[in-house]
């Protein structure tokens, strides 16, 4: 504990241009919220000269990040330019083009061919199979011992949707976990000690999709994301190098947001025991769960912008070529915007005001689904099981990117007939 105090009392105290908020311990330790909260209410256009991750701007109110993503011309994601994360280099070969890497007109083009995935058809479909997997998924869960909730519960629905989603082989759904989690991990980590570890798993995820693309090529019938990538003009002749960035994006796109907002739900609903409460009380709020569990939880953590002229913000000279960090989970919690924002609250008003999908052009074209996997588990949750105890303190990612936990120790004491 007096660790803990020391390490925040000397980030208080240290001197504005010397905080790297961008340092994973920060995140995995929880203590970056009362960083963005002091960079809000004082730098809210903040300039690290020499931070982990190098030089960077941090980008930490609401307005000013709606602002940005409004307006591509000026603040690019394109991949030659330096991409979309904090440690993103387009020389790095952990990172490739996609389709979110992309400015105006070729991102249009490219995320067009995917958007049928996403129709109101394709997602009534999908609900269905929801309800089915949730069902089972909560029904086999253990009654009183602890179990790790992220990998029975989160991981296990997530892979299934996302193996759906990719036309993927639903026996190998948890492969797509396992490459996700290596795509996002950095070099350096236990998992991953060098960049070839890294590189090594990623190889085996594009090896087994290369094969379905020469498939799917052949025969473009079907209506999952790849078929629809492989008969679509403008990305039926892709590069292998961007058919890969694009399997990423929609691997590590399907697997963080929703994985981390079903974990983040149990540790709000546990830390704000009221609130569940209440939802029992009144089930027709769980249309206000996603949003809040988004804003609150804020499973990706910022999105990199490069500036592609001199501009000033605040007062500030953002140089060409600068690095620019839209920090989502600062924007989620700007007082100027969410009154406490640190409170889990299913009556917010204003949630659905977060930035947890981003805005503008790059808006996850996944949103829909994502809502809809937390609130058809959180459907069949409450028919279920009263109460879910968090047992143990959660353990949280180490990571300046995606925001979430790789174990949460729960117990369910008691069953309802369903």
Known sequence: MSTSINSIASEA????????????????????????????????????????????????????????????DTFSSEHANGGITITSRPDDPQFLPSFIAMDPPRHAAQRKAVAPAFSPERLQYL???LRDWSAEIVGELPVGEPFDWVDKVSIELTARTLASLLGF????????????????????????????????????????????????????????????????????????????????????????TSRNAISGSVVAFDRFPEEREKLKAHPELLTALTPEVLRWQTPVAHMRRTAMRDVTLRGQQIRKGDKVILWYISANRDEDVFERGDDFRIERPNARRHLSFGAGVHRCIGARAADLQLKILWEEILRRIPRIEVVQAPVTTSSTFGHGYTELMVRIRERLAA
Not at 60 to 68: G, L, Q, R, W
Not at 198 to 215: G, N, R
Not at 220 to 237: C, F, I, V, Y
Request: contains cysteine.
């Open 127 to 129: 609900a269905q199979r």
């Open 13 to 72: 105290a240290c001197a504005l241009h010397k905080l790297d908020v961008a340092r994973p311990e920060l995140f995995q330790t929880g203590r970056v919220f009362r960083c963005f909260e002091r960079l809000r209410r004082e730098a809210p256009v903040h300039h690290c000269a020499d931070g982990l991750f190098g030089s960077y701007w941090s980008i930490t109110k609401h307005s000013d990040i709606e602002a940005i993503e409004l307006d591509p």
């Open 169 to 256: 082989p639903r026996e190998r759904s948890r492969d797509l976990i396992r490459w996700s989690n290596a795509m996002v991990s950095l070099p350096g980590s236990a998992a991953f000690p060098t960049i070839n570890d890294k590189l090594k798993v990623m190889q085996e995820c594009f090896s087994a999709f290369d094969a379905i693309w020469e498939e799917r090529l052949k025969n473009p019938q079907g209506d999952d994301l790849l078929s629809m990538l492989a008969s679509g003009p403008e990305t039926r002749a892709m590069s292998r190098a961007e058919l890969h960035g694009n399997l990423v994006l929609l691997i590590v796109g399907g697997n963080d």
